[in-house]
């Protein structure tokens, strides 16, 4: 069976500073599909960036990047110049390649930003 | 406001009672998923829908959990006979079959319960 790690349950940033968030997951599947998604308080989880597994180049969303080791079955995020605005619970998401969509999340990462 | 919608948002109820909760989709959506997240945890799978039919059912969901989605539109989930471990947030979320490559849900707000 699929699973995902996170193992920060906790991290804090200053605002304008750089934090990296953890994830690993196993699985044997060749085609799957790796996801940051943003749970603010009080609201919807909302999409943060998305990574194909065959695709090699780490993807990038403005100041959201990931680092993504196939190998290792890593798959971290780094927030450059938080802002307040990206305190949230983090969770790290995997989907198998195919018709489900089914998403297995991890345990999440709450962040907090200091002004 | 033309996002994921869940009804109500927190349902307070006693033990052995029954609640229903509430999703209504993005209109063009024709998947919907529910999801379970307790405090301190990732949101847990727990069924979706293709247009009206149930194609994938959890082991999380007993049999006091029936979810439904008859036209295909909106779905409820139904919990028979709270119990305390059913507390939890109950998520939605939708999503846009044909565009497989995104794989990306939209997700509601969320249905707290809390079972005294």
């Known amino acids: 069976a699929q699973t995902v790690t996170q193992s920060q349950p906790e991290m804090s940033v200053q605002e304008a500073e750089t934090v990296t968030l953890s994830c690993t997951y196993d699985?044997?599947?060749?085609?799957?599909?790796l996801f940051w998604y943003k749970q603010p308080p009080s609201r919807q989880m909302i999409l943060v960036i998305r990574?194909?597994?065959?695709?090699?180049q780490n993807a990038t969303e403005n100041r959201f990047s990931v680092n993504f080791q196939k190998a290792a079955k890593s798959f971290s995020l780094k927030i450059s110049d938080s802002q307040l605005g990206d305190a949230a619970m983090y969770f790290c998401?995997?989907?198998?390649?195919?018709?489900?969509?089914?998403?297995?999340f991890g345990t999440g990462t709450l962040l907090a930003v200091q002004p | 406001d033309t996002g994921v919608s869940q009804n109500p948002r927190h349902k307070i109820t006693k033990r052995g009672q029954n609640v229903t909760f509430r999703c209504d989709p993005i209109?063009?959506?024709?998947?919907l998923y529910w999801y379970r997240q307790t405090l301190g945890q990732g949101p847990e799978f727990l069924t979706y829908?293709?247009?009206?039919?149930?194609?994938?059912k959890s082991r999380l969901l007993s049999d006091r959990f029936s979810a439904e989605r008859p036209k295909g539109s909106f779905s409820t989930l139904e919990i028979q006979r709270t119990e305390q471990g059913d507390s939890a947030m109950y998520l939605c979320?939708?999503?846009?079959?044909?565009?497989?490559?995104?794989?990306?849900?939209?997700f509601g707000e969320g249905s707290r319960l809390t079972v005294l």
């Open positions: 998401a995997y989907r198998r390649g195919g018709a489900t969509n089914k998403l297995i």
């Open positions: 699985t044997s599947e060749s085609d799957y599909y």
């Open positions: 990574q194909e597994a065959y695709k090699q």
């Open positions: 209109s063009e959506h024709n998947r």
């Open positions: 829908f293709q247009n009206e039919a149930q194609l994938e």
């Open positions: 979320a939708s999503y846009p079959s044909g565009t497989e490559n995104t794989g990306e849900l939209f």
